[in-house]
């Protein structure tokens, strides 16, 4: 299976460490990276693995969902020199993303809780190519939730399959079946069919009656709700079962920093 880190570092890092070479850098040392702000922890055991590969020990760091601050040591390892000094950058970097997007998350989720203890805030397919496998595992470690991870492992109709394929009627599948309908007639049509209504741009106000009445027809139902502004996540969460966001994957990195010391000898 392709591991994700060896194709950062080849790119970091293709043909060798020029600075360290002519700086003849040598021995063992460790390697502390802290945080400058708050954040949340996610991915770091992955970040471990990678280093156990590369011959290095990793003697700490903070683990997936818990919270850290401004001087926190949230990953800590120690071995070759060369080694901490090829993997420092792109290991801050990774950090300063994964640790960004379960923060966010995390606040999105608090926020959206405190009306709604139930409503499930979920992101979508939307990750950057390549980097999916960590921005969903930041997401849970956020407390949020997948609502879909791939055109695979689900089945979602949207507008522009209505486009295509006009009409139809019920469905049999063992997994759930999402429809986003076009229109405000198609959403009382598929409400009796569908396990759960995707819907987009609706205003909140509009929530309060309509979401009562879809599920009058289908009282199994749930209501899914998109393409919302993040501030706005309290006025929707009191009405629909799952708010649907892509804002964790663009939340901005971390400030994080690197401290590389070499290791005296006893």
Same mark, same amino acid.
């Given at each position: 299976?392709? &591991? ?21 850098? %040598? ?18 055991? &992955? ?5 156990? %590969? ?17 001087? $926190? ?44 203890? $139930? ?69 009382? %049509? ?9 819907? $987009?741009?609706? %205003? ?63």
């Amino acid at each position: 299976m392709l &591991d994700f880190f060896d194709l950062y570092l080849f790119e970091d890092c293709p043909y060798g460490d020029e600075t360290t070479e002519i700086l003849g850098v %040598k021995g063992n040392g460790t390697l502390r990276i802290l945080s400058r702000e708050y954040g949340v922890a996610a991915c770091s055991d &992955d970040l471990e693995a990678f280093y156990k %590969k590369k011959g290095l020990n990793v003697t700490g760091y903070i683990e997936n969902g818990k919270e850290f601050g401004s001087g $926190d040591t949230i990953f800590e390892a120690e071995g070759n020199l060369k080694e901490l000094f090829k993997l420092w950058r792109i290991s801050q970097t990774f950090l300063s993303m994964v640790c960004s997007i379960a923060a966010k998350t995390k606040i999105m989720v608090d926020s959206a809780k405190k009306v709604n203890p $139930d409503v499930i805030l979920a992101t979508s397919r939307k990750t950057h190519p390549g980097f999916r496998k960590y921005e969903l595992k930041a997401v849970r470690a956020g407390g949020g939730d997948h609502h879909r991870n791939s055109l695979s492992d689900s089945i979602l109709i949207t507008q522009n399959h209505f486009n295509i394929v006009g009409s139809f009627g019920k469905l049999s599948s063992m997994k759930k079946i999402e429809i986003e309908p076009r229109t405000r007639e198609e959403l009382f %049509k598929y409400a009796g069919i569908a396990d759960v209504l995707l819907l $987009d741009h609706y %205003k909140a106000e509009e929530l309060e009656t309509l979401v009562p009445a879809l599920k009058s027809i289908n009282p199994k139902l749930e209501v899914a709700i998109g393409g919302i502004d993040v501030k706005n996540i309290p006025e929707y969460a009191r009405f629909v079962d799952v708010i649907v966001t892509t804002a964790p994957y663009y939340a901005k990195p971390l400030d994080l920093t690197t401290k590389i010391e070499k290791m005296e000898k006893f």
